[in-house]
């Protein structure tokens, strides 16, 4: 079987392509070169085609073990469906982004209820950038859909004016990079019986998907490869049971599980139930619904709430403003570089500042927007910086604890 990697909603990352490409612009006698991540391999003159063909397949093997956290696209933009190109539906439409906008940005889905957001909701142009019509994708050609002249109409807003709403209505705002979530799915539709995967064509797999994007969850589905069914099975995933569902998704290293088991009923309407797990926490829900559509987005949404409340940053609370960071590793101008452009990045920080550097280490003072917790959980997910015993100080269990408004960290190479 194939093994094509693992499709993340909202998430995309360079595979064995890159290689084709280099073969194609090189030619198959010159070197070549394919990185990810710190994976990289070269290929000499000598049996260049063979090379690439094994190092093909071995980019194959490893592409499911690299997803962790993921750099979710499109925060601030959406896309909705409009009859015509008249004002009145455009206004309509444009609310309807706004809305989508902060429930995907702050993780609420109540979020368009607070008054200052339903008053921005109901006035949106003012956080407006930009907007275009696009045609119909070929998939909704030939769809009975409503007016003469159904278009795509896709929005972008203001990424500062949002933040500022959000936060001004004491509402979370919740960053580009997010838990990664592999999602088991069981479904029994009459007879069949299945489980959704990554190379599916099933209808639910594209609703799954789509709902995803439009939440801002990067969603992983399992590959159903051999490696799968030798760990897992529909009984398995149907029955809930954790400890053959956690153990087949170690390969794809997601920071948390979703399970769910869907059903039509006898009356062809739809339930589910789902279970998200991250570590020694969890949380359970059920769903039903007329369409199978509702009870995905119960799935997808879920999942994105009980996510936000761990990960996005809570305004608000009484934490401190500030935050001493400390990052060793730090070798040369591009290192420092590296890192001072990632913290100023991240969603919790407003202001980057260097305390002291030197002998490798640099000093960083953060003026933070979120909580320090907030900080470290956004760090974790990432690559660029792993946790790091403070040099000067002894490891293990006899070591200090750090003081509450600072951490240490170690810039991977």
């Given at each position: 079987?194939?093994?094509?990697?693992?499709?993340?909603?909202?998430?995309?990352?360079?595979g064995?392509?890159?290689?084709?490409?280099?073969?194609?612009?090189?030619?198959?006698?010159g070197?070549?070169?394919?990185?990810?991540?710190?994976?990289?391999?070269?290929?000499?003159?000598?049996?260049?085609?063979?090379?690439?063909?094994s190092?093909?397949?071995?980019?194959?093997v490893?592409?499911?073990?690299?997803?962790?956290?993921?750099?979710?696209?499109?925060?601030y933009?959406?896309?909705?469906?409009?009859?015509?190109?008249?004002?009145?539906?455009?206004?309509?439409?444009?609310?309807?982004?706004?809305?989508?906008?902060?429930?995907?940005?702050?993780?609420?889905?109540?979020?368009?209820?607070q008054?200052?957001?339903?008053?921005?909701?109901?006035?949106?142009?003012?956080?407006?950038?930009?907007?275009?019509?696009?045609?119909?994708?070929?998939?909704?050609?030939?769809?009975?859909?409503?007016?003469?002249d159904?278009?795509?109409?896709?929005?972008?807003?203001?990424?500062?004016?949002?933040?500022?709403l959000?936060?001004d209505?004491?509402?979370?705002?919740?960053?580009?990079?997010?838990?990664?979530?592999?999602?088991?799915?069981?479904?029994?539709?009459?007879?069949?019986?299945?489980?959704?995967?990554?190379?599916g064509?099933?209808?639910?797999?594209?609703?799954?998907?789509?709902?995803?994007?439009?939440?801002?969850?990067?969603?992983?589905?399992?590959?159903?490869?051999?490696?799968?069914?030798?760990?897992?099975?529909?009984?398995?995933?149907?029955?809930?049971?954790?400890?053959?569902?956690?153990?087949?998704?170690?390969?794809?290293?997601?920071?948390?599980?979703?399970?769910?088991?869907?059903?039509?009923?006898?009356?062809?309407?739809?339930?589910?139930?789902?279970?998200?797990i991250?570590?020694?926490?969890?949380?359970?829900?059920?769903?039903?619904?007329?369409?199978?559509?509702?009870?995905?987005?119960?799935?997808?949404?879920?999942?994105?709430?009980?996510?936000?409340?761990?990960?996005?940053?809570?305004?608000?609370?009484?934490?401190?403003?500030?935050?001493?960071?400390?990052?060793?590793?730090?070798?040369?101008?591009?290192?420092?570089?590296?890192?001072?452009?990632?913290?100023?990045?991240?969603?919790?920080?407003?202001?980057?500042?260097?305390?002291?550097?030197?002998?490798?280490?640099?000093?960083?003072?953060?003026?933070?927007?979120?909580?320090?917790?907030?900080?470290?959980?956004t760090?974790?997910?990432?690559?660029?910086?792993?946790?790091?015993?403070?040099?000067?100080?002894?490891?293990?269990?006899?070591?200090?604890?750090?003081?509450?408004d600072?951490q240490?960290?170690?810039?991977?190479?």
């Amino acid at each position: 079987m194939r093994n094509r990697g693992p499709r993340m909603a909202g998430f995309s990352h360079r595979g064995p392509l890159c290689l084709l490409r280099a073969l194609k612009r090189r030619g198959a006698a010159g070197m070549l070169t394919c990185g990810r991540g710190s994976h990289s391999v070269r290929c000499m003159n000598r049996s260049s085609v063979f090379c690439a063909l094994s190092v093909l397949c071995l980019l194959l093997v490893l592409l499911p073990s690299m997803a962790l956290a993921a750099e979710v696209r499109g925060l601030y933009e959406a896309e909705m469906l409009v009859p015509d190109q008249s004002r009145s539906e455009r206004g309509l439409a444009m609310s309807a982004a706004l809305a989508e906008v902060v429930g995907k940005v702050s993780g609420r889905r109540d979020a368009r209820l607070q008054p200052k957001v339903a008053r921005a909701i109901r006035r949106p142009a003012q956080l407006l950038q930009q907007y275009r019509y696009r045609t119909l994708p070929v998939e909704l050609r030939g769809e009975p859909l409503p007016g003469d002249d159904p278009q795509l109409l896709f929005f972008q807003f203001d990424k500062q004016a949002v933040d500022k709403l959000l936060r001004d209505s004491g509402l979370p705002v919740w960053g580009a990079t997010r838990p990664a979530v592999l999602a088991w799915v069981a479904v029994v539709d009459g007879k069949r019986r299945y489980l959704l995967g990554a190379d599916g064509t099933d209808e639910l797999q594209r609703l799954a998907t789509h709902e995803a994007r439009r939440l801002g969850l990067p969603l992983l589905l399992p590959l159903l490869d051999l490696q799968d069914q030798r760990q897992v099975n529909f009984a398995d995933v149907w029955g809930r049971f954790r400890d053959p569902v956690l153990a087949a998704s170690r390969r794809y290293r997601p920071e948390a599980v979703l399970m769910g088991r869907l059903q039509r009923t006898a009356d062809g309407e739809w339930r589910a139930d789902w279970w998200i797990i991250e570590g020694r926490d969890s949380e359970q829900w059920r769903a039903n619904g007329v369409l199978a559509a509702e009870v995905v987005e119960e799935g997808m949404a879920g999942a994105v709430s009980w996510l936000a409340q761990r990960y996005a940053p809570r305004p608000g609370r009484r934490e401190p403003a500030h935050l001493r960071l400390t990052v060793d590793g730090v070798r040369s101008l591009a290192d420092f570089a590296r890192v001072e452009g990632y913290l100023r990045s991240l969603q919790q920080v407003k202001h980057v500042r260097v305390r002291q550097l030197g002998g490798g280490r640099v000093d960083f003072g953060l003026a933070l927007q979120g909580s320090p917790e907030g900080v470290a959980q956004t760090i974790a997910l990432g690559r660029l910086l792993a946790p790091a015993a403070p040099r000067d100080e002894p490891a293990g269990d006899d070591a200090p604890a750090p003081p509450a408004d600072s951490q240490h960290y170690l810039l991977r190479h």
